[in-house]
């Protein structure tokens, strides 16, 4: 998490604090493998099908 708190320009507790509220919110357990590779699945999916939607003009 220090990275991310570094990355964000926030401190590591801010980081782990709203994770903490994410896994709740949304009953989520990122401590469990599955869970966890099942959402960046999802996001990576949504990434693609965003950019997908929404080519980037060619130079």
């Given at each position: 998490?220090?990275?991310?708190?570094?990355?964000?320009?926030?401190?590591?507790n801010?980081?782990?604090y709203r994770?903490?509220?994410l896994?709740?919110?949304?009953d989520l357990?990122?401590?469990d493998i599955d869970v966890f590779a099942w959402l960046l699945l999802q996001f990576?999916?949504?990434?693609f099908t965003a950019?997908?939607?929404h080519p980037e003009p060619r130079s």
């Open positions: 998490m220090p990275a991310t708190a570094a990355a964000l320009n926030v401190h590591v801010s980081v782990r994770v903490d509220k896994q709740s919110l949304f357990d990122l401590g990576r999916f949504a990434e950019r997908s939607n």
